[in-house]
């Protein structure tokens, strides 16, 4: 069984996954500073208040803090963005691979003219 696993770490899917998920939580903590420390002051030029997580509006007694929603969202799309940026200087660097041509055996080409044959015979 120890064998098994060692096996299965050390396959190419599983260590590519790791270092993306590991990538992908450095990747999460820059677009979180850049948002709070960029782009959050931009947009407190306009709303007027310097952390967006702290607005927030109350009906009855519910406290509704749309503005860590706001923060979440901003975070989304800047990850969103880059991502498909990422995606798209690949696909254009790598080009997509068009499958090859079927390989048609000697036997399936004979098979094939006989049935052709067969078929304009009736």
């Known amino acids: 069984m120890i064998k098994e696993f060692r096996d299965f770490i050390m396959r190419g899917n599983v ?8 990538i992908g939580g450095a990747f999460t903590a820059v677009v979180t500073s850049l948002t709070k420390n960029l782009i959050n002051p931009i947009i407190s030029m306009f709303v007027g208040k310097a952390d967006l997580s702290k607005l927030y509006f109350t009906i009855l007694n519910a406290k509704f803090t749309y503005g860590s929603f706001l923060n979440d969202v901003i975070n989304f799309l800047i990850t969103a963005f880059v991502v498909f940026l990422i995606v798209k200087t690949v696909n254009r660097i790598m080009p997509s691979k068009k499958p090859d041509a079927p390989v048609v055996s000697k036997e399936e080409l004979l098979l094939t003219q006989i049935r052709d044959l067969l078929r304009n015979s009736k």
Do not use: S
């Not at 260590?15 to 590991?22: K, M």
């Open 15 to 22: 260590l590519d996954l790791a270092v993306g998920v590991i």
